[in-house]
């Protein structure tokens, strides 16, 4: 193959690898709708605010853990193959995941699934580097966003569907035939590749990674539990994690071989796409955690509605992120970047205005808004991303950007939601004063827990609702305003080092212009 035209099936081949990416993308957003039944005690596995993190954690950590690991031997042994082996290895955690009977089963199978999911994804995009020439890469990377955006578009829909027909397990069983497909397009159409000079394993980096943000996890998560951070439950595991993730740091500058090879940061282009990534995913997946709860409980949509009402949101993705890549080439990175994260940071803040009685039209339109705005964000990133490391270290390239996607999500579902359940916990305590004590702080956990107390009680329960969902709107402002926070940190990381757009300085001594760049 001449790498500088391109595998002659290329495009036939991505569209194998976007579909294989859909069971993955498909499976999130689907459990984002289902999150509600699940935390149901009669229909669901009766799961508790915290044991919902973790359904969704459980999956990050194992996932981000293992993506260096599973990049660097996708690279050295073949990343087809890895891909086959992780559709094989989702597929089957999926089963368990649908068939699970109580939460603590289901936060194992999730953990099964992220190591399928952690051989698939930067195999996907591994791949996309390998059969593709650096002109078309940014566009095909383009339709590979695009791809997610149609998962994230259906996703909710699927969700909702399957939902209100089946049993809560069917939005995992759903996963099943996708992978069976996928593994048969894979088998037949995509061409094998690897690393011509692969790098060694670093167990040791692998292990200190994982308990690193396990540990950092589970703290952000107790402290919300317990509803505070002065708590040595909170604070031990926490301090555990930092310490353990600075030895990560410390060993990985040591090592010649290193799974996250820290160095990369020197290239200024690489590290402000991955800060704002790691920004954008952080806030984005913290508020999509509150907004299942706010278009469910407080404004009483169906599981089948509010995965519609998901819509503007995902067909922005999938109408801007293919030309994403256009935009960033008119108008330079560091310009369309910037805008587009103050258009993010602006539809985070404005959940802090949303209230009971919001109209359901303005929020579709901040939907479509910020959806249009993320896809001018991720696809660049992530060429950037992949262009500042050698072809032959795609996989891990690949790894590096979903793993800070990923762990970054974990943290922002960990933080965020800790923060919404500490203010709601704050605000329900004089409204269930008169509740035995037993049942109080169970009932002032999450608005999940309040409602099941509502029915519990029945007539009795019913003055516990006006102040729960008063409580749940104040502590979703709270925490929107946390995220918008965290999204003005990523336009000062964006205005300040990414790099600016490419321009042509042309010399009267050669023929050829020379490429410089722009830092304005």
């Known amino acids: 193959m001449d790498p500088n035209t391109g595998h002659p099936r290329r495009w036939g081949i991505l569209g194998v690898l976007v579909f294989s990416l859909l069971a993955v993308v498909l499976d999130n957003t689907i459990l984002n709708v289902a999150m509600k039944t699940i ?70 199978a999730r953990a099964a699934m992220g190591i399928g999911g952690a051989a698939i994804m930067p195999a996907t995009l591994a791949i996309i580097s390998n059969v593709f020439p650096p002109a078309e890469r940014g566009k095909a990377i383009g339709v590979w966003a695009g791809g997610v955006g149609l998962a994230v578009a259906v996703g909710p829909i699927t969700g909702g569907l399957l939902i209100e027909h089946f049993w809560w397990g069917s939005v995992f069983l759903i996963n099943v035939p996708i992978v069976v497909i996928s593994m048969i397009l894979i088998a037949a159409v995509v061409p094998e590749s690897r690393d011509p000079k692969p790098s060694k394993l670093d167990p040791v980096g692998v292990v200190l990674s994982i308990i690193g943000l396990v540990a950092l996890v589970y703290g952000i998560i107790r402290g919300g539990e317990v509803g505070t951070v002065a708590s040595a439950e909170v604070l031990v595991p926490t301090l555990i994690g930092v310490a353990v993730l600075g030895v990560f740091v410390w060993w990985e500058r040591r090592i010649d071989h290193p799974v996250f090879d820290v160095r990369s940061f020197s290239n200024v282009r690489f590290s402000s796409a991955i800060g704002m990534m790691g920004i954008v995913f952080f806030a984005m997946m913290g508020g999509m955690f509150f907004l299942t709860f706010y278009l469910q409980i407080v404004l009483g949509f169906t599981p089948i509605q509010a995965g519609a009402l998901m819509i503007p949101f995902a067909a922005a993705q999938l109408i801007f992120a293919p030309l994403s890549q256009r935009v960033n080439e008119r108008f330079g990175a560091k310009l369309s970047a910037t805008v587009s994260m103050i258009v993010v940071t602006l539809a985070l803040g404005s959940y802090a205005l949303m209230d009971q009685n919001t109209s359901i039209v303005l929020i579709e339109v901040i939907f479509f808004v910020q959806g249009a705005a993320m896809a001018n964000i991720m696809p ?141």
């Open 39 to 108: 935390a149901d005690e009669t229909v669901g596995l009766g799961a508790t605010q915290s044991e919902l993190e973790w359904a969704i954690n459980s999956y990050t950590l194992v996932f981000a853990g293992l993506l260096f690991t599973f990049g660097v031997i996708g690279d050295r042994t073949g990343r087809k193959r890895m891909l086959f082996i992780g559709m094989l290895l989702f597929g089957l955690a999926s089963l368990a995941s649908a068939y699970s009977q109580d939460p603590m089963q289901l936060i194992l």
């Open 380 to 520: 660049p990133a992530t060429t950037a991303i992949m262009e500042s490391l050698p072809r032959e270290k795609a996989g891990v390239g690949s790894a590096m950007s979903n793993t800070v996607r990923q762990v970054s999500g974990a943290l922002g579902v960990a933080v965020l939601g800790s923060v919404l359940s500490s203010s709601y916990r704050g605000e329900m305590e004089p409204a269930l004063t008169a509740l035995p004590e037993g049942v109080r702080h169970a009932a002032g956990e999450s608005i999940m827990a309040t409602m099941g107390v509502v029915q519990e009680l029945g007539a009795k329960g019913q003055e516990l609702i006006q102040p729960a969902f008063t409580a749940f709107v104040d502590g979703m402002h709270v925490t929107a305003m946390v995220s918008a926070v965290i999204g003005l940190l990523g336009i000062g990381v964006v205005a300040l080092w990414m790099p600016g757009k490419p321009r042509f300085a042309k010399h009267a001594e050669q023929k050829e212009p020379v490429l410089t760049s722009s830092r304005g």
